[in-house]
């Protein structure tokens, strides 16, 4: 009798056992699918908000290339004007005007840019303080990975002028000659 209560113990301890150990491992089991399947609706949520931000990124290339063109087109005018006016007055007020317009076309294009990258300009302030806005600016148009020659046209400089602020923006940023300048402030 003493033996089959001791059987019988050992056999229900044994179950007990079992059934933890069989509880644990569901459990585990339920966790890595849980924690796999997070971690693929993240990658899925990750690759969705990269492919919106690179629409976002083309839409604002897409706009601020308009922008040159219109500024292209308004130099143009500008010029022409400029040969046609005899009163000093007249030309002084459409210098105005047009640096109104550009102004304005700025500020558009800061906004635009603010919406698709948040935090951008809050990062390069806290890495590199000491950057004026015109610089900023440069690095918007490099994030956005616009050629020298678009940003020249685009900001009404030489060509000379942007390879000298690129330069400072550098030296600013203490680069070194093999770090990418482009692939830095895109990092940012």
């Known amino acids: 009798n003493l033996q089959l209560k001791v059987l019988i113990s050992i056999l229900l301890l044994i179950v007990v056992v079992v059934s933890f150990i069989v509880f644990n491992y569901s459990q585990k089991k339920k966790h890595l699918n849980e924690k796999r399947e997070m971690t693929l609706s993240s990658k899925h949520e990750k690759d969705k908000a990269r492919e919106i931000l690179n629409v976002k990124n083309k839409e604002l290339t897409a706009y601020t290339l308009q922008l ?83 940003m020249a046209q685009l900001l009404l400089v030489s060509l000379e002028t942007v390879h000298i602020t690129r330069h400072r923006l550098r030296k600013k940023m203490n680069l070194q000659q093999r770090d990418n300048l482009s692939n830095y402030i895109a990092e940012i």
Request: hydrophobic share 35%.
């Open 68 to 150: 040159i063109d219109k500024d292209r087109v308004v130099n143009e005018l500008y010029q022409y004007i400029q040969t046609r006016i005899d009163e000093k007055t007249d030309l002084d007020h459409l210098k105005r005007h047009v640096a109104g317009n550009n102004k304005k076309m700025w500020e558009e294009f800061n906004t635009r840019f603010i919406d698709v990258n948040a935090n951008f300009y809050a990062n390069l302030r806290a890495k590199h303080p000491k950057l004026t806005p015109t610089e900023r600016k440069y690095c918007a148009l490099i994030k956005l990975k616009f050629s020298s020659k678009d």
